[in-house]
């Protein structure tokens, strides 16, 4: 077998596809919203959800995330345990360990090459970009209207029609879904 050849799921051993060991990775967005789409208010999240944050946790470690400078200047640790891949007009700002990367589609090249799946985790913008490459979205659906948010993600619905799994949840303060879709 050529040794930079992978094998193939579902082929026995030895056997690869001639490109197999081209395949893209494919790219996931990671999200919490609310009913009317809202994720962020005066830059953070409008609800506390431990669930949701261990469920992202959980999701992203060893993982490569990618996200814009804003997000990442709200959550600096994201670094612990994960590739981070920032979109910036600035990488000077951006600390060593971490990439920094001018555009959505620069990002994806880089992260085909780093470790483990591709998670896009905002904000909005990277949002929007991403949901025209995305293959599969994480969704935290949170049964709620938030009247004062200032950031959205983008209408899923028609996007991402194909639902993998379900499953409600609650705690003291909301009611959610946790969602897995397909295009």
Known sequence: MNPT????PGLPDGLATPNSARVPKPVNLIVACSENRVIGRKGGLPWSIPEDTRFFQEKTLGQ????GSRSFGEWPSCVKGRDVVVITHEPEKIPAGVV??????EAIARAQALRGEI?????????????????????????TTITDGDTFFPDWRTTFTNEIARRESHDGNWDYTFLTLEK
């Open 64 to 67: 490569t995330v990618i996200m």
């Open 5 to 8: 050849a992978r094998r193939s």
């Open 100 to 105: 920094a990367v001018g555009t959505l589609t």
């Open 119 to 143: 998670y896009l985790c905002g904000g909005q913008r990277v949002y929007e970009e991403g949901l025209a490459v995305g293959d599969r979205l994480f969704l935290t659906l949170v049964h």
